[in-house]
Each structure stands twice: as C-alpha cells, then as structure tokens.
C-alpha cells in the first residue's frame, strides 16, 4: 500500500546524500561515543564543531550544537550532547564536523509541490534563520521558483533566482552550480523534500574567489520509492518512528496519526479524507487517517482495530466502508474477530454500503457485540460517534 509519509534524514545522512551529488559539504565524521567524537575530533582538527544528530530543529537553542577549540573542549561537549533531550528526543549520536569560516548565510531548499504538480526551489539571503518567520514577516527575501520537471534545472533559473534573491554578484556562479547538485540530489534519490538552512559563502581563496558549502542538510525522501534506492531503505531510523505508524506500516496499512480522539477506518483514500472532514464538521476531532484499502480481508480490518486502539487518546472508532471490491461481511467478520480477540473498551460506529452490506449488518445483529452501533448514512454515523467521543 502507498504511504503518506516520509523518510527524514539526520543532518549527517543528509549530507553523505548530497556529497554523493557534488554537493559541498565541510568534512566530519559521526560518532555514537564520547570516545569516537574525541578521536574523530583528533582526526579532523581543530577548531570543530560536535553537533547532536536529532530529527528536530532548535538543536542550537537547546545546547546541542558546541564549538571545541581543543581536546578537552571536543570530550566536554560530547559527554554533555550524547544523552542530552532536545524537545522530547534523546540524542544517541553526533555528528564531528570542521569549524567552518563564514562570510554570509544563505537559504536554499526544494520542494515538490503537489499543487503545481512540479519542483518548487526556493532562495534566500536571509539564511541561518527560522524560515517560516522569514516568510511570514519578509515574504519578498524568499525567491520561488517551479521547474518543469521535462525541463529540469537549467543554468538560466539558478541566474534568476539569484537574481530575486538578492545573492552577492561574486556568489552567483557557485551559487548555481550548489543548486544544479541539489537539485540532481532531488531527482536522483525520489526526495519530497532537500534543505539547507544555513548554505554558507566562504571567506574569499588564495585567488580571491569566494564559494558556497551546505552547512546543514534536511532531507525527506519518499517512503514508496525506497524499494529503488536499497543504500537510502538503511537510513530508516525505526525508533524515530511513531509506534502507531510503524505497526501500521508492518501490517501493510496505510495509517497516518492525527492529534484527535474519534478513531477513523475506511477503505479507500477518498473516502477516508472524506470521512475526517465529515467527522471534523459534528465537532469531533480524528486520531487518525486510515485506510485499509480495496478488497480488504478480515484479517486486515482486524489489524486495524488494533493499530487504532494502540493509540491511548481514542475515545470512540468509526468504521465507513463502501462496498466495491471490498465487501462488507468481510468487513463485518473482522470487527467481530477484533473484538473476540481484544478487550475493546471503547464505543464503536459501523456504516457498512455496498457490496454485501445487508449481510455483513446481519453478521454485527448475530454476534451482538458490545457498544457497536450501526448507521445507515455518512452523516448520522459521524454524529453517532461524536456523541459517543464526549
């Protein structure tokens, strides 16, 4: 089945990434010990940088991002990072990097856009910052751009966003040549997301030339395309991920968590997207997208029961099945298989239409299942279930 989310890189995967590419990066080694970040630390020279390897932002903020001059500074700082909680995530590893000289911080990222249906590269001189305040406070210091994806990136819209950007006449060249690899980077590796916040302008060479380096990297890559790219499917981080999803993901579902308490199965994307806004429109609030897809077995819907009630905050489960492929008596046997093999504690809202629906209704009469209630319409089993949440 599909997934709806992605693979998120640690800075150091990211950067191995975009070296593959011809991505500048500064040179650094990673580390999961205070003893092999003083030793890549030794190796590397100094000054450096230990810097905590966490799928978060804020990593500066909170401490974990220390300049060390000296041995002892590299020992001190990876023994106060490794362990350290950054905003509810345990640093395990460190990435050692050279110190590096900057003369300006810039922002450069792509993005696909779902709504143009094509690459969005975006450019900015206000880099090192948070780039959601920028937008919000500056929308003009942030360059936007769509690529044709037949076109792909050319020397000319690398000149043009410089351009509108505002970037340093000297840096345009290294600038554009950064953005071409990047953008390789993107294409090659079927990423959703690649970001460089800060892209730093080096202070000017022996021949006076100044250039560009990725000092940090952000990298969403595409959870259907890992089957490709075997080297990326062994950068999955499986306790990063959360519990729910992962269980989901292990029994072939396509679940996605949401901060709400009505618990959500339906059998079809649209219908699922469908069902939430229903839902959200009774004034409940789902914890979850789930779909269990066309023809989906017993077996499978009773996966989804338990996937759903893995999640503590759910107070009341709504199943809307449209029978087609999928028919409803399978539907039915499952939730009764679920409920035969758990202790279900929470009130459940059936709509089953389609194929089979009479029977399956006349399979929840037989088995007289606890706190089951079945509705014949979208609208009343959104109501039903709402009511039942309070």
């Excluded at 089953?352 to 399979?363: F, I, K, P, V």
Aim: negative net charge; hydrophobic residues 45%; contains cysteine.
């Amino acid at each position: 089945m599909a997934s709806l989310t992605g693979v998120d890189l640690l800075e150091y995967q990211g950067k191995q990434l975009f070296a593959r590419h011809g991505v500048p990066v500064p040179s650094g080694a990673h580390a999961t010990t205070v003893e092999g970040a003083v030793a890549a630390a030794d190796e590397l020279g100094y000054p450096c940088v230990i810097k905590a390897q966490v799928q978060i932002g804020g990593r500066g903020k909170a401490g974990g991002i220390k300049l060390a001059g000296n041995r002892r500074e590299a020992e001190e700082h990876a023994r106060a990072i490794l362990g350290m909680d950054i905003r509810g995530f345990t640093v395990h590893e460190v990435w050692v990097e050279q110190a590096s000289q900057i003369d300006a911080e810039y922002y450069a990222s792509i993005v696909f856009d779902r709504s143009a249906r094509r690459p969005l590269v975006m450019l900015s001189t206000k880099g090192g910052m948070d780039i959601e305040a920028v937008a919000e406070e500056d929308p003009d210091a942030i360059a936007r751009l769509h690529i044709d994806p037949l076109l792909g990136f050319q020397d000319f819209h690398a000149r043009r966003l410089a351009f509108d950007a505002g970037v340093d006449g000297d840096v345009i060249r290294p600038v554009g040549a950064l953005l071409n690899r990047l953008y390789d980077a993107f294409v090659a590796e079927e990423a959703m997301l690649v970001e460089v916040n800060p892209m730093i302008v080096t202070p000017a060479d022996g021949s006076g030339r100044r250039g560009v380096a990725a000092l940090d990297a952000k990298v969403t890559l595409d959870d259907n395309s890992l089957f490709r790219h075997a080297e990326n499917a062994e950068l999955r981080n499986p306790s990063a991920e959360d519990p729910q999803e992962r269980m989901a993901k292990e029994r072939g579902l396509t679940y996605v968590k949401l901060d709400g308490d009505i618990g959500i199965l339906g059998n079809g994307a649209g219908l699922v997207m469908s069902t939430l806004d229903v839902v959200a429109q009774a004034g409940g609030r789902p914890a979850n997208f789930l779909d269990a897809g066309g023809g989906s077995r017993a077996e499978a819907i009773t996966s989804a029961v338990e996937v759903i009630l893995a999640n503590q905050n759910v107070k009341a489960v709504l199943f809307n099945i449209f029978g087609g492929i999928t028919r409803c008596d399978e539907v039915s046997r499952g939730l009764i298989e679920a409920f035969g093999q758990m202790d279900v504690k929470v009130p459940f809202v059936v709509r089953l239409d389609g194929t089979n629906d009479e029977a399956g209704r006349e399979l929840l009469e037989e088995a007289g299942l606890p706190n089951v209630h079945v509705e014949s319409t979208m609208l009343d089993a959104a109501a039903r279930v709402v009511e039942l949440a309070e």
